[in-house]
């Protein structure tokens, strides 16, 4: 009886460390909140690398393009367009002008300058909302019916997904190598 607690315990003590390394491989890992995913969409490290992410100004040409050729934007609705389109960019580059002064003022160490940091984040994210609002609104009353309901269809089909990651939207082609954006008849 007692070598059978023996090799049970001993079985225990090879098979939960593997677990474990295995486990945390996978991006779980015990933290602040419990056992889970680490820096997710509330706030945290994964935050900061989304916004943050230096590949930020060619994913958003990509997303342009694709909106672009899926919705078929047409020669009366390319003033909108461009307008909406150059907000977006310079809206992407005050939140990296943001990252590198916030990279370079390095790891706030008190709470005050933490609460100082995530001020200067929200404050620019709403300055770029206020720039955005009468762009988007602009483009939105020159869009067809049928441009709405094809926005509404790619954004719920790309909801929570990466935008360029997944093949769906791209005919499996890289159309976005040459950002072609309006459809040529």
Not at 15 to 35: D, R
Not at 172 to 183: L, V
């Amino acid at each position: 009886m007692k070598m059978k607690w023996i090799y049970g315990l001993g079985a225990v003590a090879v098979i939960v460390p593997l677990a474990l390394v295995a486990h945390a491989g996978s991006g779980h890992n015990w933290g602040k909140h419990g056992w889970g995913h680490q820096g997710g969409k509330h706030g945290g490290k994964g935050e900061m690398r989304r916004m943050c992410n230096p590949d930020r100004l060619e994913r958003m040409e990509g997303r342009n393009a694709l909106v672009a050729r899926y919705i078929g934007i047409e020669e009366n609705q390319k003033d909108e367009w461009e307008t909406l389109k150059s907000v977006r960019q310079s809206n992407a580059e005050a939140i990296l002008a943001l990252c590198a002064d916030l990279k370079a003022e390095g790891r706030p160490k008190s709470m005050s300058a933490k609460l100082a940091k995530r001020e200067k984040v929200l404050t620019i994210k709403l300055e770029n909302i206020q720039r955005l609002r009468p762009a988007t609104e602009a483009f939105e009353a020159v869009l067809t019916d049928d441009q709405k309901a094809a926005i509404k269809e790619l954004r719920r089909h790309m909801k929570g997904k990466r935008w360029g990651k997944h093949r769906r939207w791209h005919n499996d082609d890289d159309d976005h190598s040459e950002r072609s954006e309006y459809k040529e008849d």
